[in-house]
């Protein structure tokens, strides 16, 4: 099945959060992203993406009903994986022997021994999942010759903060007892799954445990408050990310904690960080933002802003500038966990 079309809309209306409450949800529509004009240098398949836009449903997905949520997880999970599909890669996946969470590797040919990439997907926290979400760490693999693991962190109304983060926390820290040295370790997430990312090794230095050798955000979530511009500037622009929903991750935590938006958190002592962004995104500010914090506490951040493009377009089969994307990430993590 070819992720274009209706498929792919139909991915919009669920990663979106202001998606199809299943079927029942698809009676007022708005347009997606209206007046804004399309870059001319984005490639004919990017500027296609943006043509074959419809309207989404303008209500906002019934989290707290739980047939919803599984329809929807079903669902997007389908459409996940023929993502994958399309890429062409042959890949396995392995369960991690590790207690306390769920894991899997992603095996998919040469791998560089000693070293390993660790993988929070994205879903706003309440979608996603490790043996769906698998397109973007499989091109990651290719590029970068290093093997992921992908985690299956509990998700949100059900499992609210910090269960997730603690989940990644307790696959890393088993990578630790395994053998692995923190520098030979990569970190990568997108969208929620790159506030994960970036939370975790927060968590990990709070408590004493070494830093990971590399960081990668892409779209990454880092400011729940949603107070940066852009989230009202580009609010009829992003065709991906739409109205927010009822907050059911941080429930009785505030918005501001900074391992629910890491950009309100000290970062001192971080990684290497390379940010990619779009900019059609709603999230732009986050990046931005986190950018600047990053530089004033002397983390080594490089921000990459890419015209035109939507969020997390580097999960999208036949978008160029998805594969550019990707092999700039193996190279960055190739270049700081010291691959030749």
């Known amino acids: 099945m070819a992720i274009s079309g209706k ?20 009676q007022e529509k708005k347009p997606v992203a209206p007046a804004m004009p399309i ?5 004919d398949e990017a500027r296609a993406f943006y043509e074959s836009l419809q309207p989404r449903p ?15 997880r079903k669902f997007l999970g389908e459409i996940f994986l023929a993502n994958t599909e399309e890429l062409g890669i042959a890949y396995e996946l392995e369960p991690v022997d590790v207690i306390g969470a769920e894991a899997y590797w992603i095996r998919s040919g040469q ?21 769906t979400n698998l397109a973007t760490p499989l091109r990651i693999a290719k590029y970068s010759d290093i093997p992921v693991i992908t985690i299956e962190y509990r998700l949100a109304p059900e499992h609210p903060f910090p269960a997730g983060l603690n989940d990644g926390l307790t696959v890393y820290r088993w990578l630790l007892e395994n053998g692995y040295s923190h520098d030979d370790i990569g970190v990568f997430g997108d969208s929620a799954g790159g506030n994960l990312a970036l939370a975790m090794p927060l968590l990990a ?4 445990l070494p830093q990971p050798g590399a960081l990668v955000l892409l779209s990454p979530s880092v400011d729940r408050t ?6 009202t500037t580009m609010v009829k622009f992003d065709p991906m990310i739409g109205a927010p929903t009822v907050e059911v991750y941080a429930v009785d935590h505030p918005t501001d904690h900074p391992l629910i938006s890491p950009v309100y958190a000290d970062l001192t002592g971080l990684p290497p960080i390379l940010i990619q962004v779009g900019t059609r995104e709603r999230l732009l500010s986050d990046s931005v933002r986190l950018a600047r ?28 500038e998805a594969e550019l994307a990707t092999r700039e990430i193996g190279r960055f993590f190739r270049h700081h966990l010291g691959v030749n």
């Open 58 to 72: 303008a209500r906002p997905l019934d989290i707290q009903n739980p047939k919803i949520m599984a329809f929807t």
């Open 293 to 320: 914090q990053a530089r004033l506490t002397g983390v080594d951040v490089t921000l990459d802003v890419w015209d035109g493009m939507w969020h997390v377009w580097q999960d999208n089969p036949n978008v160029p």
């Open 205 to 208: 230095r709070d408590k004493g």
């Open 111 to 131: 791998e560089t021994d000693g070293k390993v990439l660790l993988y929070f997907h994205g879903g706003g926290q309440i979608l996603g999942s490790a043996k």
């Open 39 to 43: 870059p001319q240098d984005i490639s």
């Open 226 to 231: 949603r107070t940066g511009d852009t989230h």
């Open 7 to 26: 498929y792919f809309v139909l991915l919009i209306a669920l990663v979106s959060l202001t998606g199809a409450a299943g079927p029942a949800g698809a």
